[in-house]
């Protein structure tokens, strides 16, 4: 049994974090044991993440921080770190590799830091477009998972006051200035008795307009509930590193339509929905139109949404890339102490 140490952010908030969930409790615990440490000063975790960390992560007790982090590796004889979040600390990463093996996940291209790449052993980055900023030699793609066993849809659209028999084109919305696109696009169909638009956000400054706000937390279980109850998951977005949120809609099998800026969202959302030139509102709306006309289209893409996360994206088998890079960095070491 080899024990690992994966390093996160924070423990009570972000995409890292419910994505590492969705494949280490995959890794097999005969050869495995994982402890996990954060650097915020609250360890406190979201209720509902609670009981799944420790079902399958070693949560230290001590609220050890980054800045000890060689004296956790050795008290805990950890032979590996994996470091999935760290934003710009990267001072504990080179303390790490002096003493062990480090795998580093870039979540975000980094191009103003240069990180330390000359100090980890592997880097992993989540797409094709992080990768051409972050390429090298010891750099390879693997893709985020998604487990839609993590959820239960126990919610319909009458929890959330939405209507049993209108079309609903929703979204989640984030701080990004294309949120915005979203309510405009939604007050051009003010005159359609038959769509409803939905919107999820704690945004402050949305303006108000021909939609439906559910501006609450939402539990993971809410959140897949309320999209599941879409149609349509119009969401206008930019500079996207992978764009996990897209996961979440082709999970439920609702199609998608989105900007295509170049980053990763082309290639994440492939065949599950359409894309449209970066802040081009027209066609944003054409093609809106031609969704909400066209159910046997709607189903189409939702189809290969759900297909295409069943394999690309399976936490079992992104699980096994993990490990394999586990394997082969710890037979690498053992030869070298020998």
Same mark, same amino acid.
């Given at each position: 049994m080899k024990n690992i140490l994966i390093t996160v952010g924070t423990f009570n908030y972000g995409g890292t974090q419910q994505l590492l969930l969705h494949w280490a409790?995959? *890794?097999?615990?005969?050869? /495995? !044991? #994982?402890?996990?440490?954060?650097?915020?000063?609250? @360890?406190?975790m979201l209720p509902e993440w609670e009981k799944e960390f420790k079902n399958v992560f070693v949560i230290p007790t001590t609220k050890e921080r980054f800045e000890g982090i060689e004296k956790f590796i050795k008290e805990h004889n950890i032979s590996l770190?994996?470091?999935?979040?760290?934003?710009?600390?990267?001072?504990?990463?080179s303390k790490a590799?002096?003493?062990?093996?480090?795998?580093?996940?870039?979540?975000?291209?980094?191009?103003?830091?240069?990180?330390?790449?000359?100090?980890?052993?592997?880097?992993?980055? *989540?797409?094709?477009?992080? /990768? !051409? #900023?972050?390429?090298?030699?010891?750099?390879?793609? @693997?893709?985020?998972?998604?487990?839609?066993?993590?959820y239960e849809e126990k919610y319909d659209r009458n929890y959330f006051g939405l209507p049993k028999d209108k079309i609903i084109v929703g979204s989640l919305g984030n701080v990004r200035k294309e949120?915005?696109?979203?309510?405009?696009?939604?007050n051009c169909y003010s005159n359609r008795e038959d769509v409803v638009f939905c919107l999820k956000s704690a945004k402050k400054?949305?303006?108000?307009?021909?939609?439906?706000?559910?501006?609450?937390?939402?539990?993971?279980?809410?959140?897949?509930?309320?999209?599941?109850?879409?149609? #349509?998951?119009?969401?206008?977005t930019?500079?996207?590193?992978?764009?996990?949120?897209?996961?979440?809609?082709?999970?439920?099998?609702?199609?998608?339509l989105s900007y295509d800026d170049r980053t990763a969202i082309r290639d994440t959302i492939s065949t599950a929905g359409l894309t449209v030139p970066y802040r081009n509102?027209?066609?944003?709306?054409?093609?809106l139109d031609l969704l909400i006309s066209d159910k046997y289209l709607r189903k189409y893409f939702g189809y290969n949404g759900k297909e295409i996360v069943k394999t690309r994206n399976n936490p079992i088998k992104i699980a096994k890339q993990y490990e394999k890079i586990y394997d082969d960095l710890l037979g690498k070491a053992y030869c070298e102490r020998s």
């Open positions: 409790k995959y *890794i097999n615990p005969e050869k /495995y !044991s #994982i402890f996990i440490m954060g650097h915020d000063e609250n @360890i406190d770190c994996h470091v999935t979040d760290c934003g710009k600390k990267f001072a504990f990463i590799a002096k003493l062990v093996p480090v795998v580093q996940t870039m979540m975000c291209p980094r191009v103003d830091v240069k990180g330390n790449y000359d100090d980890v052993s592997v880097i992993t980055v *989540i797409s094709l477009f992080c /990768y !051409s #900023i972050q390429r090298g030699t010891k750099t390879i793609i @693997i893709e985020p998972p998604f487990d839609m066993k993590a949120n915005n696109d979203f309510v405009e696009i939604a400054d949305l303006p108000s307009g021909n939609y439906v706000l559910i501006d609450r937390y939402l539990s993971g279980d809410e959140k897949m509930s309320l999209i599941n109850c879409f149609d #349509i998951f119009l969401y206008p930019s500079f996207e590193a992978y764009g996990v949120i897209f996961l979440e809609a082709m999970a439920c099998g609702v199609p998608i509102k027209k066609k944003l709306r054409q093609a």
